[in-house]
C-alpha cells in the first residue's frame, strides 16, 4: 500500500515545512495571514460579496499588496481603462470621482503614476465573458505567480444547465492553479437576499454556483 509514513521519522515534514514557508507570499493583512498563513501557490482563494460590497476595490486592495509579483487579471465587469483609475484611485489615495469629474487633478502627476505602476508587473484582461480554455491559454503564455478573476459568474457557461457549468469550470480553475504553480483569487456574487435572511453572508449563499466553496481552499465573505 502507498502513501503509509512511519511517525518516527519526521524529517521530510521538517524539509516540507521549510519549502512551504519559502513559497508563502503575505497578503499584507496580518488578520488575514493568521488565518491562512499567506499566499500558497496552487490555492485557490474565494472572495463572496452581494453587489456593491465593495468586491472588486478589495481585490485591488490585495493586487496592490503584492506588488512586483506577475499578476494577471481578469475584470469582466470593468474597461482596462476604468480599472486603472480605480486603481490609480485606491494606489495613491485619490478621490474616484474626482478622477473622473475632474482629470486635472492628475495634471503632473500623471507620468509618474503610470511609470510607477509599471513596477506592478500586471496584466489586464478586460473580455466581458472569457472561456476557461481562454483564461488556461493566457496563464500558460504570460506565466502569473497570481491570477485575479472578477468575477466569477462572468466566466463563459451553458445557458442550459449553468450549474454543472459552474461546477466544471471551477474544477477546471483549480486545476490551473495546481499545474501552473500560481494562486487564484476568485471573486463570486451571493445570491440575492430572501426575506428571512439577517444579511449576514454565509457559505450557503454560493449554493447554485456549483461546488464554488467546496472546491476552494479558502472562503472569504464581504459585508457592510
Not at 93 to 113: A, F, H, Q, V
Not at 169 to 177: F, G, L, P, V, Y
Not at 210 to 216: F, I, R
Request: aromatic share 10%; net charge neutral; charged share 25%.
Amino acid at each position: 500500500m502507498e502513501n503509509i509514513i512511519d511517525l518516527k521519522d519526521l524529517s521530510w515534514f521538517k524539509e516540507y515545512l521549510k519549502t512551504r514557508n519559502s513559497d508563502m507570499i503575505s497578503t499584507g493583512y496580518r488578520t488575514i495571514n493568521s488565518y491562512i498563513g499567506g499566499y500558497q501557490p496552487g490555492t485557490v482563494i474565494l472572495i463572496g460579496g452581494r453587489p456593491g460590497t465593495g468586491k472588486t476595490t478589495f481585490m485591488q486592495n490585495l493586487l496592490n499588496e503584492v506588488r512586483g509579483y506577475r499578476s494577471l487579471v481578469f475584470s469582466t465587469e470593468t474597461s482596462k481603462e476604468r480599472f486603472i483609475e480605480k486603481f490609480i484611485s485606491l494606489a495613491y489615495l485619490i478621490s474616484y470621482r474626482d478622477i473622473r469629474e475632474n482629470p486635472k487633478i492628475l495634471n503632473g502627476k500623471l507620468d509618474t503614476m503610470l511609470s510607477d505602476l509599471l513596477s506592478y508587473n500586471m496584466l489586464i484582461c478586460d473580455t466581458p465573458r472569457p472561456t476557461v480554455s481562454g483564461i488556461e491559454e493566457a496563464v500558460i503564455m504570460h506565466k502569473p505567480r497570481f491570477l485575479f478573476i472578477d468575477y466569477f459568474q462572468n466566466i463563459h457557461v451553458d445557458n442550459y444547465d449553468k450549474v454543472s457549468s459552474y461546477a466544471r469550470n471551477i474544477s477546471e480553475i483549480e486545476r490551473i492553479a495546481k499545474n501552473n504553480n500560481l494562486t487564484v483569487i476568485l471573486i463570486s456574487q451571493l445570491k440575492r437576499l430572501s426575506s428571512e435572511s439577517t444579511g449576514i453572508p454565509e457559505l450557503d449563499d454560493f449554493k447554485e454556483t456549483g461546488k464554488l466553496e467546496e472546491v476552494a481552499h479558502v472562503a472569504m465573505l464581504l459585508y457592510q
